[in-house]
């Protein structure tokens, strides 16, 4: 590096080696500011876990509740899953991460804003259903069928909305770890489900929760 002055004001002429040192750190700090899609969907997963956990303040005393027994499989199913999709690094560590694609970040960010509206989808249902919500299977005290709002789409719109964001996240891992996440993840959410409804039906009716039933799909809109 040197220095030379022309007409008294001083100027600084960098060596081609400072000039590539300079040119390297600013290639890091670029890359350590900017986001990739997945990065930006952990974000997203730790905001809505963080504020969903708050929001279980708000809830009303359960007078019943499902035996953690019954409850176990879909405890199971729901761990794997979760484990299968969030641990890549530990699986290809294991050598067990099989991937099938590898997603631009184009696609990436769409798949993110899907993940976004899953979320969106999730709290529609969580503010619209109040102190009812529980994150176990349990009935409140005076207890009813709620079938307004989310509700008169889907069912049970909560685990819509996580499956939405877990399929978002399959697709952009392009894993089969990540799709066989998926899969456990809707099989244990749909072993709650079911578990839900008939702790429901058995409090609140079989009779009216059938007739929601017959209007209203499950987990799918449209498809019963």
Not at 43 to 57: E, K, N, P
Not at 68 to 83: M, V
Not at 197 to 209: C, D, H, I, S
Request: aromatic residues 14%.
């Amino acid at each position: 590096m040197a220095s030379v002055s022309f007409g008294g004001v001083g100027k600084t002429l960098l060596s081609p080696s400072s000039r590539k040192c300079q040119l390297s750190a600013g290639r890091r700090i670029s890359n350590a500011v900017e986001m990739r899609p997945l990065e930006a969907i952990g974000i997203l997963a730790a905001v809505w876990a963080i504020s969903w956990w708050l929001a279980a303040l708000w809830t009303r005393r359960a007078t019943a509740r499902a035996g953690l027994l019954a409850q176990l499989p879909y405890f199971i199913a729901t761990f794997l899953g979760f484990a299968l999709m969030f641990n890549e690094r530990v699986w290809t560590a294991a050598g067990l991460h099989y991937r099938l694609w590898v997603t631009p970040d184009a696609i990436g960010w769409w798949l993110f804003g899907v993940a976004a509206i899953g979320v969106l989808f999730m709290w529609w249902a969580r503010i619209h259903l109040g102190v009812l919500w529980s994150g176990s299977v349990t009935r409140k005290d005076d207890h009813k069928i709620v079938d307004t709002g989310p509700y008169r789409i889907v069912r049970h719109p909560i685990y819509t909305g996580l499956l939405i964001g877990a399929l978002a996240v399959a697709l952009l891992l392009g894993t089969v770890n990540g799709f066989a996440g998926f899969a456990l993840l809707w099989i244990g959410f749909f072993i709650k489900a079911r578990l839900e409804e008939r702790f429901l039906r058995q409090g609140l009716g079989a009779e009216p929760y059938d007739a929601y039933a017959a209007r209203v799909p499950m987990l799918v809109p449209f498809w019963r």
